[in-house]
Nanobody, 117 residues
Framework: QVQLVESGGGLVQPGGSLRLSCAAS????????MGWYRQAPGKERELVAA???????NYADSMKGRFTISRDNAKNTVHLQMNSLKPEDTAVYYC???????????WGQGTQVTVSS
């Protein structure tokens, strides 16, 4: 089993920035991909970004150029730097861990990000 704990969500004005962090514990050896999904009210959960153990990244098109995912394998953490935030980025952001790349096998509890003036 893998446990994921997110931090860093909150309220930010449009155009602002936030940095999300996720710490993994447990059977880390089984994990390759880590990343973030998000779910807005009334919408399906969607991929934000993911990164493999060797640093290969994958972004949703709408996040490219604004969001940056990074990973520290020594600390078992993954981070999401979000810049130029828009109201439509408002959602619950979930950390995920995958035994492959993008297929979630483990989820964090989620952290709320609200972009509003």
């Amino acid at each position: 089993q893998v446990q994921l704990v997110e931090s860093g969500g909150g309220l930010v004005q449009p155009g602002g920035s936030l940095r999300l962090s996720c710490a993994a514990s447990g059977s880390i050896f089984s994990i390759n991909g880590m990343g973030w999904y998000r779910q807005a009210p009334g919408k399906e959960r969607e991929l934000v970004a993911a990164i493999t153990r060797n640093g290969i990244t994958n972004y949703a098109d709408s996040m490219k150029g604004r969001f940056t995912i990074s990973r520290d394998n020594a600390k078992n953490t993954v981070h999401l730097q979000m810049n130029s935030l828009k109201p439509e980025d408002t959602a619950v952001y979930y950390c995920m861990a995958s035994r492959y790349v993008l297929t979630p096998h483990y989820w964090g509890q989620g952290t709320q990000v609200t972009v509003s003036s």
